[in-house]
Nanobody, 117 residues
């Protein structure tokens, strides 16, 4: 099992930047893919960015070119750098980790990001 703790959310003006962090502990050696999701009020949770063990990244169309997912193996952490933030980026952001062999998916508790216009 993997434990994930997000941090770095907050209130920022449109056009600003935030960096979210996801600290991982537990059986992280078997994780195949990492992701950042978000959920706005009244909407379904959606994938924002993903990073697999081979280093391949993918982004949703709405954040491509503005957000960057990265990982620091030494710190057992995954990051989401968010630039040029827009009010529509306002949501609770969740970190997740997938272990394909076990068929398990772990989630953090979420961190609120609010972008004011």
């Amino acid at each position: 099992q993997v434990q994930l703790v997000e941090s770095g959310g907050g209130l920022v003006q449109a056009g600003g930047s935030l960096r979210l962090s996801c600290a991982a502990s537990g059986s992280i050696f078997s994780i195949n893919a990492w992701g950042w999701y978000r959920q706005a009020p009244g909407k379904q949770r959606e994938l924002v960015a993903a990073l697999n063990s081979g280093g391949t990244t993918k982004y949703s169309d709405s954040v491509n070119g503005r957000f960057t997912i990265s990982r620091d193996n030494a710190k057992n952490s995954v990051y989401l750098q968010m630039n040029s933030l827009k009010p529509e980026d306002t949501a609770v952001y969740y970190c997740n980790a997938d272990d394909y062999a076990l068929g398990s998916r772990s989630w953090g508790q979420g961190t609120q990001v609010t972008v004011s216009s």
